[in-house]
């Protein structure tokens, strides 16, 4: 699989089912054109924006030195983790109707890819995965940042570096965030034995190693759907697919691994020492990700911004579905690295896009990023407090033009859109609009049923539906085949259509993930759920925390099954630690302080067979056999076992 974006643990822990597929004539099921409406649409943007600005091209290609000499990039079973010719198309057209003219300006951009110098001592490698890995040249080696997301593109992209620039040995890696596309290669540049023997060391920001397991595990299988759908895994390259991911093409699908850091960055103003360069910390918890921080080497007067300050607008809810975030912090965040920064930077570099040279420049995009998260966080709630609903404030809202016509300040990722509604959330919650007419909402199935049958019968509103598409309504004609679909999955004509309106509002969106799923929507609705492979994340649910999978536990529980079951289970792990689990009322709470004196169960296990059972290396019967997975009572353990449930990865997302 080549787009899968952000690693979801889950993945690896719950079991994939194949539902049916739907089978139908051609012509229903085939892409169509853009309509008049679509082209139309996108000439205006044309219009608008000033695409004879080609600076950042000029930005994107400058330091070229080389790039990977095949088309590909394999594991060591020959299976391609790393495709350069997937996106080969986006540079053969100039102008596409079915790809909004910005996002295709975005694909080309993101597509340049090589090894590049960004100034004496400072290289990076671009277009081998989502994200961007950097190396600074230290006293004794190579100072690598952000090992992308698989061990076989890191290790090409240091190849390339070692071939071209200096043969010399990794001496640090740096994870400026806890996001698996920032860390999970790490393998690919040095080993766990070169770290214990104090050959390479490992920094990253406080928090950093239970944030990147914990932040996706607990709501891990709909995360990893609806991953599915943002990160265009549903789709195929191509004019009417994905063409893009926004902050960069789309993700490799190599096995992720993890390594504990050995150095931790914990305060602002903090200066750590690596491989004999002076790093300037400024901490950025809670902005992009849970644990972030940017710093700033003087010897180069480079800053490093990690994924705050990007080519993009970023999000503050992602559409995969995350926490939200706090904008007004963000803003912040870019504001106190401007102070702190902004005078000695000659060079910005990122955990994705190419660099910003010129403290001019540099200073002018910090200020312009953080005015842009400021003022759709101020505007939101200045409409919030005049009265306004998330979609009417999300309808409203719209950037200065000072700010909306930078391209760094254009919705390739987040959107405006999205993140006013996402600033909503923050501060209201995102489930009610304050109207009591919305507090007690009926199930879609149940509101299609009673829209169908008040519109006169399915037939009828498919042909409200259609005329609505004929005159460029895509958005009402979804919303009325939506409708249709959640009370007759079975009505293929209202699905096709459907996918027709959603696929030109797919053809319109500016942002990659808007388009992915706006696709991807209209693929599931004309050929059904078909399952595409999700990431290896076996090394990272292996390094699983256990108070964090003992937590997840209680998500799994069945309370039909579980009532009136009462138990108090005393859990060994060899190699870990001590802790219990208490069962009542159908809820299951987890500790790691205390273990009952009259325990109903006892389990002992070692560290290892959890991480065997876990990346599914070993079954529990192979590790009870070999004496490494006991249990004090076997009828009580069945019975605690027969409580938690098994989540199917394919849910209906576009259908019930």
């Given amino acids: ?16 089912l194949s539902p049916a597929v739907f089978a139908a004539d051609s012509f229903n099921t085939t892409q169509k054109e853009a309509s008049p409406a679509t082209i139309k649409l996108n000439n205006e943007l044309k219009q608008y924006l000033n695409f004879d600005n080609r600076s950042d091209f000029a930005d994107a290609e400058r330091g070229f030195i080389a790039t990977w000499p095949e088309k590909t990039i394999t594991d060591a079973k020959g299976k391609v983790v790393w495709d350069f010719g997937e996106f080969e198309f986006v540079d053969q057209n100039a102008d596409v109707a079915t790809i909004n003219p910005s996002l295709l300006r975005q694909a080309k951009l993101n597509n340049i890819h090589g090894l590049f110098k960004v100034t004496g001592g400072i290289y990076q490698v671009r277009g081998f995965d989502l994200s961007v890995m950097s190396f600074i040249r230290g006293e004794d080696g190579w100072i690598v940042i952000d090992p992308l997301l698989s061990p076989e593109t890191s290790a090409a992209g240091l190849k390339l570096l070692k071939d071209n620039v200096a043969d010399l040995p990794v001496t640090a890696v740096v994870f400026t965030h806890s996001h698996a596309d920032h860390f999970g290669g790490v393998l690919g540049v040095t080993s766990q034995a070169d770290v214990d023997d104090g050959n390479v060391e490992i920094v990253a920001p406080e928090g950093f190693f239970n944030n990147s397991i914990a932040e996706n595990l607990m709501a891990g299988n709909t995360m990893s759907r609806r991953a599915s759908y943002m990160y265009g895994n549903l789709l195929d390259a191509g004019t009417k697919g994905i063409v893009d991911g926004g902050l ?13 850091p050995t150095m931790i960055a914990n305060e602002t ?70 102070q702190t920064f902004g005078d000695k930077s000659e060079i910005m570099i990122a955990s994705h896009h190419w660099p910003t040279w010129g403290q001019d420049k540099i200073k002018s995009q910090l200020r312009k990023t953080r005015d842009m998260y400021q003022y759709v966080h101020d505007q939101t709630l200045h409409l919030a407090n005049k009265g306004l609903t998330p979609n009417e404030i999300s309808a409203t809202l719209t950037l200065p033009e000072s700010l909306d016509k930078e391209w760094y300040n254009r919705g390739y990722y987040g959107t405006v859109s999205h993140n006013a509604r996402a600033t909503y959330d923050y501060y209201f919650g995102a489930w ?70 959603m696929e030109q509002l797919g053809y319109q969106a500016e942002s990659a993930p808007w388009r992915n799923y706006y696709l991807g929507g209209a693929k599931e609705l ?34 039909e099954v579980a009532k009136g079951i009462d138990l108090k289970i005393n859990l060994d792990v060899t190699g870990d630690g001590e802790y219990s689990l208490d069962l009542s009322n ?48 076997q009828a009580k353990f069945q019975q605690l076992m027969s409580i938690f449930d098994k989540f199917d990865l394919w849910f209906g997302v576009v259908t019930p």
Avoid: C
């Fill in 586 to 633: 159908s809820v299951l709470k987890s500790y790691s302080d205390r273990q009952f004196d009259n325990a109903d169960l006892t389990i002992t296990m070692t560290r290892n067979a959890f991480g065997n059972m876990i990346t599914q290396k070993s079954t529990l019967m192979d590790e009870m056999k070999v004496g490494t997975f006991k249990v004090s009572d």
């Fill in 526 to 559: 004309r050929h059904g759920i078909v399952p595409v492979s999700t990431p290896n994340g076996a090394s990272l649910a292996s390094s699983m925390p256990m108070e964090e999978f003992l937590k997840y536990l209680g998500v799994t529980v069945k309370p």
């Fill in 248 to 260: 960069g093409k789309t993700t490799s699908s190599g096995q992720l691994g993890i390594i504990k």
């Fill in 1 to 16: 699989m080549m787009k899968f974006k952000k690693m979801i643990l889950s993945a690896a822990i719950i079991s994939i």
């Fill in 269 to 338: 103003g903090q200066t750590l020492h690596i491989d004999g360069l002076d790093v300037d910390v400024m901490m950025a918890q809670n902005s992009e990700a849970p644990s972030e921080f940017m710093f700033y080497f003087p010897a180069f007067k480079t800053m490093m911004a990690a994924e705050d300050i990007t080519h993009t607008i970023h999000n503050i809810s992602t559409l995969r579905g995350a926490k939200t975030r706090d904008g007004s912090a963000w803003a912040s965040y870019v504001d106190q690295a401007l």
């Fill in 432 to 501: 009610w609009d304050g109207n009591p007419a919305n507090l007690n909402p009926l199930t879609p199935a149940q509101q299609g049923q009673k829209y169908v049958e008040a519109m006169g019968g399915e037939q009828n509103v498919i042909k409200i539906a259609q005329s609505a598409i004929d005159k460029g309504e895509y958005r009402w004609a979804v919303t009325l085949l939506n409708n249709v679909t959640f009370s007759n999955p079975e009505n293929m004509d209202a699905r096709y259509l459907e996918a027709d309106a």
